[in-house]
């Protein structure tokens, strides 16, 4: 008797660890991987320390909110400058999928630090994921992040999507950090 209550005890220990494993593996297959370029001016001054905060949508409404670009998929190494006059920076991290391909962006800057403005000439996004097509769409940006130089914004919107005009409450996914949450 005691060896058959043994051997169930084992069993639904067996039984939970690959039950475990299967929720983890099974949650992990819904994210996408986002790999976002971005490209500083070569103009004087164009560089910044800023943090950029980046928000990429869908044609559905649909979107992901990174809200540190550096400290969420920063590629370029140990203290490696970004945003800097002429840099081709390389951000990747995991998030939500989204329901169609990427096709409109928000740039924002916090205007942080002791030279806030920059010169932005592009963002290029590229997403894939398990169960999704790989898709890739470069935003032509060409504008200061700045509130001492023309056009005195701070943000940037480049909206490629088709027009969809149903008046539905816009859905977002919000980023923290290097952790993406739905709102």
Request: charged share 20%; glycine share 10%; net charge neutral.
């Amino acid at each position: 008797m005691k060896k058959q209550i043994m051997g169930l005890t084992h069993l639904s220990i067996h039984l939970f660890i690959v039950l475990s494993l299967a929720s983890i593996v099974r949650s992990e297959d819904s994210d996408c991987v986002y790999t976002i370029y971005v490209r500083t001016g070569s103009v004087l001054k164009a560089g910044t320390d800023s943090i950029m905060t980046v928000t990429l949508s869908d044609a559905n409404g649909w979107g992901v909110r990174i809200k540190d670009l550096e400290k969420w998929g920063g590629l370029m190494g140990p203290g490696y400058n970004y945003f800097e006059r002429g840099n081709l920076d390389i951000f990747s991290g995991k998030g939500p999928c989204l329901s169609a391909p990427v096709c409109s962006m928000n740039l924002t800057s916090d205007g942080s630090g002791s030279h806030h403005g920059w010169y932005c000439n592009y963002v290029e996004v590229t997403s894939t994921g398990a169960h999704v097509p790989c898709a890739q769409k470069t935003f032509t940006v060409e504008q200061w992040l700045a509130t001492d130089t023309s056009p005195y914004e701070l943000t940037a919107v480049r909206n490629y999507c088709k027009a969809k005009e149903e008046g539905g409450a816009r859905k977002m996914l919000k980023g923290s950090g290097s952790v993406l949450e739905v709102i």
